[in-house]
Structures are given as structure tokens and as C-alpha cells.
T-cell receptor
Framework: RKEVEQDPGPFNVPEGATVAFNCTYS??????FFWYRQDCRKEPKLLMS???SGNEDGRFTAQLNRASQYISLLIRDSKLSDSATYLC?????????????FGQGTTLQVKP | DTEVTQTPKHLVMGMTNKKSLKCEQH?????MYWYKQKAKKPPELMFV???????INESVPSRFSPECPNSSLLNLHLHALQPEDSALYLC?????????????FGPGTRLTVT
């Protein structure tokens, strides 16, 4: 089983749609969770950290379910500029060493 | 300002060459990282420096040699690379290394080994 698993997609959605990405992680001791986006041939950019209580940043909402070891990202009112690969990222284990494990990424294509 | 800079943007080198990749951050971060990313794959951690000391080496071959001259700079020295080492090399930094803070990435160096 991979440490961080994501549905690779691609998700093809029209502008204005709501889309949700899911991610599961295998290590129950993990404590830090993030979503990054990566455009083609560019570096990953931090989209948002994910907190236990859930958090929202504009059109983006992240949720964490520790019991199920599940993380989600909801994008509302999709824009063309949201087209990218979304990476679910988890720290490895309980020892906070800065070691991050990246999921394979979910590709989103927003169409006009 | 969350800027991490990397030079060069592109590098082509032969298997007998020696070259270096450079990374710089001015955010006062005390942890810096090297990652390798192959096409259509996620980044893979190579090295972690925390407070200018190497804290993690993910069993990287010795033909890759990291160096952290000071808290703002990180180098990756390359020697006798193989064609399969061709990849995007990403540098990242975070506030500290012993706690998992958000990491901020530079634009990367796209390396081709011929």
C-alpha cells in the first residue's frame, strides 16, 4: 500500500463546477497535512495546510478525518486557472523531521 | 515573501562532468531540502539540512553531494552522473526542520545528463 494515495484522474470539469479530491494516508502517526498544486513543468506551490477542524480559503475547503486517515479538497466555482495537478502531502510518521510524502497527484482540467 | 531561487534553470552535463546546483532563500528559514522529480511523478526527498547540519540523507548515491555554506544557501554538487539522473531538482525551505512546517519550493533546475 502506498503511504499516500490519490485518484490520479484526470478530472475534466466545466467552468463553475464544484470538484472534490480525496486522499488517504497509511501512517496513523502522521500529524501534518497539506495540499500543493503543481502546474506543468513548474514547482509545487503550497495551496493550503489542512487542520483537524477543517479550513477554508476562498473557493477552497480542506477537510481531515484522522479516524479514517482521509483528507479531502473541495474546489467551488472552478476557474480555468485551477487547471493543474493537486498533490496531497503528509509528513512521515510522528517524529517531526520535515520529511514529507507526496501523493501521485490528481490532475484537474477545467474547460470553458 | 516566500521566494526560493535556484540556479541554473537548465543544465546539460556529460557523465564525466562536475557541476553544482545552487539554491538561496531569504525568508530566515532554518531548514532546507533537496528533492528530485521525474516526469509525471511526485517529488522525492533527497536531503534535509536543519540549522545548517545534514539531518537526513535518503540513501542518495554519493555522486550527489550536498553542502550548506550558511543558513540561506544550499548547494548540490554533481559528479559522474548517469543518464537516469536526468530530472527536475527542486530546492525547498521551511521555518524549521524538526517540526513539519510548510515547505516552499524554488522553480527547480532541469538537469539533463548525456
Amino acid at each position: 500500500r502506498k503511504e499516500v494515495e490519490q485518484d490520479p484522474g484526470p478530472f475534466n470539469v466545466p467552468e463553475g463546477a464544484t470538484v472534490a479530491f480525496n486522499c488517504t494516508y497509511s501512517n496513523s502517526a502522521s500529524q501534518s497535512f497539506f495540499w500543493y498544486r503543481q502546474d506543468c513543468r513548474k514547482e509545487p506551490k503550497l495551496l493550503m495546510s489542512v487542520y483537524s477542524s477543517g479550513n477554508e480559503d476562498g473557493r477552497f475547503t480542506a477537510q481531515l478525518n484522522r479516524a479514517s486517515q482521509y483528507i479531502s479538497l473541495l474546489i467551488r466555482d472552478s476557474k480555468l486557472s485551477d487547471s493543474a495537478t493537486y498533490l496531497c502531502v503528509v509528513n512521515r510518521g510522528s517524529s517531526n523531521t520535515g520529511k514529507l510524502i507526496f501523493g501521485q497527484g490528481t490532475t484537474l482540467q477545467v474547460k470553458p | 515573501d516566500t521566494e526560493v531561487t535556484q540556479t541554473p534553470k537548465h543544465l546539460v552535463m556529460g557523465m564525466t562532468n562536475k557541476k553544482s546546483l545552487k539554491c538561496e532563500q531569504h525568508m530566515g528559514h532554518r531548514a532546507m531540502y533537496w528533492y528530485k522529480q521525474k516526469a509525471k511523478k511526485p517529488p522525492e526527498l533527497m536531503f534535509v539540512y536543519s540549522y545548517e547540519k545534514l539531518s537526513i540523507n535518503e540513501s542518495v548515491p554519493s555522486r550527489f553531494s550536498p553542502e550548506c555554506p550558511n543558513s540561506s544557501l544550499l548547494n548540490l554538487h554533481l559528479h559522474a552522473l548517469q543518464p537516469e539522473d536526468s530530472a527536475l531538482y527542486l530546492c525547498a525551505s521551511s521555518q524549521r526542520g524538526e517540526v513539519t512546517y510548510e515547505q516552499y519550493f524554488g522553480p527547480g533546475t532541469r538537469l539533463t545528463v548525456t
